[in-house]
C-alpha cells in the first residue's frame, strides 16, 4: 500500500502544483458553468490531467474516475477516485481554501485517501488500518467533545436548491445545539479538519464520491465516524455524509435521519 500511497501524494503535488502556479490569475473568461451554480476552470482541467497521466504511467490496469472527465465506476478493480481541485468557487476568488483529493479503492473497498492543500502545503493521508497523519504526524478526531461545545463545518446545497427549506431547517437545528457552525466551501477539507480534531462534525447533502472518498477515509482511520443521513454506510451512493467524533456524530445523525428522513 505504501507504493500507491506515495503515488497519491506524489499525483496530488502535481496537481496541486498547477493550482498554486495560477492561483489569483485567473479571469472571467477562463470560468465555465459546466452546470447551475457549479463552474469549472482551465486549472481544474489542467490539474486532472497532469494527475491522470501520473497514475496512469504508474499503474496502466487501474481505472479512473474523476470529477472533470468521468471514467469507470467503482467496481472491485483497483480505481482512483480524482478530485482536482476542491473548493472551485474559493479559488476562483482568491479565497485561500482549496485542495485536491486522491483515493484508491480496491476490491471496492477504499484503502487509500490523500488531501493535499498546496497553499499551506498540507498533505492529510491515510491507509487503511494504519492511521491517519497531516504531513509526519498523527492525527485523531477530537475526543469526549459534548455537541455543545462543538465546532461544525456544512456545506450549502448550491445544486439542489429546491431542498433549501429542508436544508435550513437541518442547520437551524445544529446550529442551536452547537458552539458554532462553519461553511468554509471545501468538502475534503472539511472532512480532513474533523480528522485532525479541528472541527468535530461535518454534514452536507449531495456530494460526489471525489469530494468525500479520501476524506472519509482519514476521518475513519482517525478514529471518526462516517455515514450517510440515516447513520448507515451508503454515503459514497448517496452523496449525503455526516462525519464526526462519535458524540457529535451520533448528534447529527439524529437530527438529519429526522428532518431529510430518506437517504
Known amino acids: 500500500m505504501r507504493v500507491f500511497l506515495d503515488a497519491a501524494m506524489e499525483a496530488a503535488r502535481l496537481g496541486g502544483k498547477v493550482l498554486m502556479e495560477n492561483f489569483g490569475k485567473l479571469h472571467q473568461e477562463d470560468v465555465r458553468e459546466k452546470k447551475a451554480h457549479d463552474f469549472v476552470t482551465f486549472v481544474d482541467m489542467e490539474s486532472e490531467k497532469r494527475i491522470k497521466d501520473f497514475l496512469i504511467s504508474e499503474f496502466p490496469d487501474h481505472e479512473i474516475l ?20 476542491d473548493g472551485t468557487k474559493n479559488y476562483i476568488h482568491a479565497f485561500p481554501h482549496f485542495a485536491v ?6 476490491n471496492k473497498e477504499l484503502t487509500v485517501g490523500v488531501i493535499y492543500d498546496p497553499y499551506k502545503e498540507h498533505m492529510f493521508w491515510a491507509i487503511k488500518d494504519q492511521g491517519a497523519y497531516l504531513n509526519d504526524r498523527r492525527i485523531k478526531v477530537a475526543s469526549n467533545v459534548d455537541p455543545a461545545y462543538a465546532l461544525v463545518a456544512t456545506g450549502f446545497p448550491f445544486k439542489a436548491k429546491d431542498i433549501l427549506d429542508t436544508y435550513l431547517e437541518a442547520f437551524r437545528l445544529v446550529f442551536l445545539k452547537v458552539a458554532g457552525v462553519r461553511r468554509a466551501g471545501s468538502a475534503a477539507l472539511d472532512l480532513a479538519y474533523v480528522a485532525a480534531g479541528i472541527f468535530q462534525g461535518f454534514f452536507e447533502y449531495g456530494l460526489s464520491p471525489w469530494d468525500i472518498a479520501a476524506g472519509s477515509l482519514i476521518v475513519k482511520e482517525a478514529g471518526g465516524i462516517v455515514t450517510d443521513f440515516l447513520g448507515s454506510d451508503l454515503f459514497i451512493l448517496t452523496g449525503n455524509t455526516v462525519a464526526g467524533t462519535p458524540q457529535v456524530h451520533e448528534f447529527l445523525v439524529s437530527v438529519t435521519s429526522n428532518v431529510f428522513g430518506t437517504p
Do not use: F, N
Not at 474523476?66 to 481541485?85: R, V, Y
Open 66 to 85: 474523476a470529477e472533470e472527465t468521468g471514467g469507470s465506476p467503482i467496481t472491485e478493480k483497483p480505481t482512483w477516485i480524482i478530485d482536482p481541485l
Open 101 to 106: 483529493s486522491i483515493a484508491l479503492t480496491i
